[in-house]
């Protein structure tokens, strides 16, 4: 447990070279009661160091917060602000675990499949796209690469419903990231500079 004066790590950041300070506070209560945790990085289980976060204030940076430990379950993004209730934000259970978002500075692009293992129709996207079946006439995205930044996806259209984290690499098959089979994004958009 922290007092809220110091800034303690949860575990091991995945990107040494951040070129700024990230910081979040949980609290064990709903608008910010009860003992406090402070974290600077990824952390896989917050439970190890309070049995609940019902709040949290992030100070910098910005994060996915978790309903499950290690980063299962939904995730819901939270940058600089205050969040008295993880209710607010669509939760229905208290934080789990974090993990914090990179600032990315440069090009943004991104590779979206039909169907799982890249298979089916492809576009490249290097921008938001609210809406993939009214831009490219696609009725799904099951797999993607993301060659470039950091994004979210929606399983709606214009950004609602549960969304994901997406960084640089390889996404052969969703269902095997925590959601279960089928698991499809219709929206996607860029963690811009401007969020943090």
């Known amino acids: 447990m922290q007092d809220g004066k110091s800034i303690k790590n949860c575990s091991e950041s995945r990107d040494n070279h951040v070129p700024i300070q990230f910081q979040i506070t949980f609290y064990e209560e709903r608008n910010f009661g009860g003992r406090s945790y402070d974290c600077s990085s990824d952390c896989a289980d917050l439970t190890s160091y309070m049995s609940r976060c ?9 994060f996915m917060v978790y309903d499950r430990a290690n980063y299962m379950g939904n995730q819901y993004f939270v940058m600089k602000g205050e969040y008295p209730d993880c209710m607010s934000i669509g939760m229905s259970d208290f934080f789990r675990s974090c993990r914090m978002i990179p600032m990315h500075r440069g090009s943004y692009r991104m590779r979206i499949y039909e169907r799982e293992n890249f298979g089916g129709q492809m576009y490249e996207l290097m921008d938001d796209c609210d809406n993939i079946m009214d831009r490219y006439r696609m009725s799904n995205c099951m797999s993607c690469h993301v060659m470039d930044g950091h994004w979210l996806m929606y399983e709606q259209p214009h950004y609602r ?19 279960g089979s089928g698991m499809r994004f219709m929206s996607m958009r860029r963690i811009m500079d401007s969020c943090y």
């Open 54 to 62: 019902y709040s949290c204030r992030v100070h910098s940076g910005c």
């Open 161 to 179: 419903g549960r969304m994901m984290y997406f960084w640089p690499g390889e996404y052969r098959n969703f269902s095997n990231m925590g959601w």
